[in-house]
């Protein structure tokens, strides 16, 4: 079963805006990762953060992590078209032992 | 460095046929893990290896297979295949033990398609 869910599912916005997107999870984790996924290709990671971290920022990207919400945020700032990809959450299974995924959200940049 | 490697890249089987896909992770990784993915499903958990162990297995049935090799290169195999195993499968390799607590570098992918 899916351990992390994005929201929202698709996301359309122009070049420059700033996009976020969401993710719940169910249980306790250790760390949150994101990854990117152009179409049809391998995922790239982006970014982990650690349970005990509340916020981290890679370039343009932003994640903040609420445990007691179980939830997490990715901002991209200042968008453009090369973002253009399926952003997904992962952590862990309740056993540790496995990354699981959820559904990811699509954004679509225009120019 | 080299990056994760699957191949081939596309592959297209009959129903009843079985595959074999391949996977060489990124020099001195040893853990390799394998996803399905399906508009449907997403991205679903098929197993992990490491040191040539099984760590973990997703929920899928016995059709679907897997090894790895003392040099890390994993395989999975799908036997009797049916026309909802068309996915794209992802092999993903990291340098820990688990890819839960570490950066996981994935493959393009081999796009299977099952008529």
């Known amino acids: 079963s899916q351990q992390g869910e994005e929201d929202p599912q698709a996301l359309s916005i122009q070049e420059g805006e700033n996009a976020t997107m969401n993710c719940s999870y169910k249980?306790?984790?250790?760390?949150l990762q994101w990854y990117r996924q152009n179409s049809g290709r391998g995922l790239v990671h982006l970014i982990l953060i650690r349970s005990n971290e509340r916020e981290k920022h890679s370039g343009r990207l932003r994640v903040t992590l609420d445990t007691s919400k179980k939830s997490s945020s990715l901002l991209i700032t200042a968008s453009r078209a090369a973002d253009t990809a399926s952003y997904f959450c992962a952590t862990g299974n309740q056993a540790g032992t496995a990354l699981i995924f959820g559904k990811g959200t699509t954004l679509s940049v225009s120019s | 460095k080299a990056g994760v490697t699957q191949t081939p890249r596309y592959l297209i089987k009959t129903r009843g046929q079985q595959v074999t896909l391949s996977c060489s992770p990124i020099?001195?990784?040893?853990?390799v893990s394998w996803y399905q993915q399906t508009p449907g499903q997403g991205l679903q958990f098929l197993f992990e290896y490491f040191s040539e162990t099984q760590r973990n297995k997703g929920n899928f049935p016995g059709r679907f297979s897997g090894r790895q090799f003392s040099n890390s290169r994993s395989e999975m195999n799908v036997s009797t295949l049916e026309l909802g195993d068309s996915a794209l499968y992802l092999c993903a390799s990291s340098l820990q033990l688990s890819a839960v607590n570490t950066e996981a570098f994935f493959g393009q992918g081999t796009r299977l398609t099952v008529v």
């Open positions: 020099s001195g990784h040893r853990s």
């Open positions: 249980t306790s984790i250790n760390n």
